[in-house]
Every structure is written in C-alpha cells, then in structure tokens.
C-alpha cells in the first residue's frame, strides 16, 4: 500500500469519527434492526451510495465495528479504503461482481462465510459508480447465498456538502443533526427470486430515503 493512500484512508477515517461523536441523530426505526440482532441470523445493512459518512454515525454508535465487514470496491480506491477500514477499527473485503478471477471470487467467499458466521456488513446496491438507485446483482447473490436479512436504510443531513457527482456524497458538517431511517428487515430464502428481491430493496432502500428526509422537513 503506498503512503499516500493510506494517509488518504486515515483523514476519511478521522473525520467519520469527528461526525460520528459531535453529531446528533434522530432515528426512527432502530427496533428493527434490534429485531433482526436477536433473530441471530446474517446482516446485511443496504443503503444507496454517497450516504457512507452520514451513515456512519449511526453504524459506528450501535454497532460493533470490529464486527463488522465493510465491502469495499477492489479497483485504483482499494488501499485508501481498507486504510479507512482499519482506522475505524473494521475489516475489509474487496469485492467486485465483474471480477471472474480467483482472487475475486475467494473474496466473495469470504465474505459471504463471515456473514454466515456473525459478522454485519453494509453494501451499496448501485455503487461503486452508479448509474445512481439502480442495484447491482451482487446484493441479491451475497444475500441469497448467506442467506441473510437485508435491512435498508438512509440517513439525510440537511447541512451537508454533496459533491457533484453521480451519487451527490454528502459530507456533513461536524455537530450537524443527522436524520436516520430504518425499514424492516427483508427475509431471504434460499429460493427467493433475485429479481424481485431486488425490487424489494429498491422500493424499501427508497423508502428509507423519502422518510429521512421527511423527518428532516418536520425538524424546521
């Protein structure tokens, strides 16, 4: 790993952590993900991509990151984002759903085993590069094959910066209140339709968005 990326991860990490300790959250819908914990079965938390800083603060307050395995896109942004990965105390895994080789496919099996085993992991069903709300079949395969609860959500900050970019990530303001939705868990059954699953997470993973945002508009 060069230098410059992991210096690049350790400032991403470092300003997760300044918004994940300054700000506040209003939360609606945490006993479902309270609910799945007790379930005691896989985890997969999605959320649209751009919404990983605010989601942190969410993640990183209730969950357990040393349990916790962050996919991570396996291309030229890897080291940077394992570098990010360990700074807040979580491990990675790339993963990427084109890769055909060896390497990418005992990824996805290791991914796939620790979620099997207890770990959580967090995915974005578009990402890494769009187009933006439209998911990728890599969600409903890992889910499928884990055999794992999907739980959407989103997180809305009104004082944030969106970069201008096919995901509009927004980086929020230190002590910004940040606004968190959380839908129930979708139950995944070996036989479960891959197509349909992932309309489901569409459909819910918007909702998620709409409602947080909602919650920020009743807040003025």
């Known amino acids: 790993m060069r230098v410059i990326d992991r210096i690049k991860g350790r400032i991403l990490a470092f300003y ?3 918004i ?7 939360i609606e819908g945490w006993e479902h993900v309270s609910k799945a914990f007790a379930a005691d ?5 999605v959320a649209w991509h751009g919404q990983q800083h ?5 993640v990183g307050t209730h969950v357990d990151l040393s349990e916790f ?7 030229h942004r890897q080291h940077v984002l394992e570098s990010f990965a360990t700074g807040v105390g979580a491990i990675s895994i790339p993963i990427s ?6 390497a990418g496919a005992r990824n996805l099996i290791e991914l796939i085993n620790k979620l099997r085993k207890g770990k959580y992991s967090l995915i974005a069903p578009d990402g890494p590069d769009g187009p933006p709300r439209i998911p990728k079949p890599g969600t409903a395969f890992i889910a499928i094959r884990a055999q794992a609860q999907i739980i959407p959500f989103a997180a ?5 910066y969106r970069l201008r970019r096919w995901d509009r990530y927004s980086l929020p303001l230190p002590f910004a ?20 699953l992932l309309e489901q997470v569409t459909r819910e993973t918007n909702a998620a968005n709409e409602q947080a945002e909602a919650m920020a508009k009743r807040r003025k």
Not at 41 to 45: D, E, R, S, T, V
Not at 97 to 102: A, C, G, I, N, T
Not at 187 to 193: F, H, K
């Open 69 to 75: 395995a962050f996919i991570i896109v396996g291309d």
């Open 97 to 102: 759903m084109e890769d055909d080789s060896f």
């Open 20 to 26: 994940q300790r300054t700000a506040p959250l209003t």
């Open 41 to 45: 079965k896989p985890i997969l938390f």
């Open 177 to 196: 209140r940040i606004y968190c939705s959380v839908r129930p868990p979708i139950s995944v059954s070996r036989d479960a339709d891959p197509e349909m």
């Open 54 to 58: 605010l989601l942190f603060a969410l």
């Open 156 to 160: 809305y900050c009104p004082s944030a």
């Open 16 to 18: 997760a952590l300044i």
